[in-house]
C-alpha cells in the first residue's frame, strides 16, 4: 500500500494522559500536514512541515501539542495533558511541493480518532 | 469571512440526476482549488482539481472554476447512492490548504 497511514486509528484516553500519533506519507512527498476534524466541521490546520522542518503552526494551536518529523519520513504530532476538547479526528496528509507543481494534490491518511474521557 | 464557504445542506437527489455542489472563496491569491468526498467516519478522498478558469472533467464529475466571481462548483453526473456523503472544498494558498465546512449529498434510489 502506498497512500499515507496513520496509527493508531483509534485512541481512548483519560484527561490528563498523553497521547502521541504516527504518519506515514506517501514516501516521495516531501510536504506533510496534520489536521484536526470535528463533527460537522472541515479539516481544520494544524501544522505542517516540509522535509524535517516544521514550517508553519497553527495560532490556535496550544503549547501542548508538538509535532516532529525526524529526517523527513513519517511524522508524530503529541498532544500533552488531553482535554476533552481535543476529541476529534486527527488528520495527516502528504503533498509533493515544488516551485513548478502549482496545484499540490494532497492526499489524507485514514485518520486517528482520538476520545478524551 | 471565511476563507471558504459552502451550503452545509444537505442536498438531495433522485439517483441518475446531477448534482450540483457549490462553493465560494475570500482571498483572489487562492491558487488551486480541490474536491473532496467524505463518507461519515472516513478521511477526505480526493475527487478533483482544479486551477484555470473553466471546466474539466473526469469520468462523471466536472469541476468548474470561475475566478473572477471567486466561485468553484462541482457537477456529479448520474449520481448514485454510493455518491451519497459530504463534499468538502479546498483552496490552496499560500502553502496551505483551507476547507470549507462541506455539503451533505443524499442520492435518493
Known amino acids: 500500500d502506498t497512500g499515507v497511514s496513520q496509527d493508531p486509528r483509534h485512541k481512548i484516553t483519560k484527561r490528563g494522559q498523553n497521547v502521541t500519533f504516527r504518519c506515514d506519507p506517501i514516501s516521495e512527498h516531501n510536504r506533510l500536514y496534520w489536521y484536526r476534524q470535528t463533527l460537522g466541521q472541515g479539516p481544520e490546520f494544524l501544522t505542517y512541515f516540509q522535509n524535517e522542518a516544521q514550517l508553519e503552526k497553527s495560532r490556535l494551536l496550544s503549547d501542548r501539542f508538538s509535532a516532529e518529523r525526524p529526517k523527513g519520513s513519517f511524522s508524530t504530532l503529541e498532544i500533552q495533558r488531553t482535554e476533552q476538547g481535543d476529541s476529534a479526528m486527527y488528520l495527516c496528509?502528504?503533498?509533493?511541493?515544488?516551485?513548478?507543481?502549482?496545484?499540490?494534490?494532497?492526499?489524507f491518511g485514514p485518520g486517528t480518532r482520538l476520545t478524551v474521557l | 469571512q471565511k476563507e471558504v464557504e459552502q451550503n452545509s445542506g444537505p442536498l438531495s437527489v433522485p439517483e441518475g440526476a446531477i448534482a450540483s455542489l457549490n462553493c465560494t472563496y475570500s482571498?483572489?491569491?487562492?491558487?488551486?482549488f480541490f474536491w473532496y468526498r467524505q463518507y461519515s467516519g472516513k478521511s477526505p478522498e480526493l475527487i478533483m482539481f482544479?486551477?484555470?478558469?473553466g471546466d474539466k472533467e473526469d469520468g462523471r464529475f466536472t469541476a468548474q472554476l470561475n475566478k473572477a466571481s471567486q466561485y468553484v462548483s462541482l457537477l456529479i453526473r448520474d449520481s448514485q447512492p454510493s455518491d451519497s456523503a459530504t463534499y468538502l472544498c479546498?483552496?490552496?494558498?499560500?502553502?496551505?490548504?483551507?476547507f470549507g465546512t462541506g455539503t451533505s449529498l443524499t442520492v435518493i434510489p
Open positions: 482544479i486551477y484555470s478558469n
Open positions: 482571498d483572489r491569491g487562492s491558487q488551486s
Open positions: 479546498a483552496v490552496y494558498r499560500g502553502n496551505q490548504f483551507y
Open positions: 496528509a502528504s503533498t509533493l511541493s515544488g516551485t513548478a507543481l502549482i496545484y499540490n494534490e494532497q492526499f
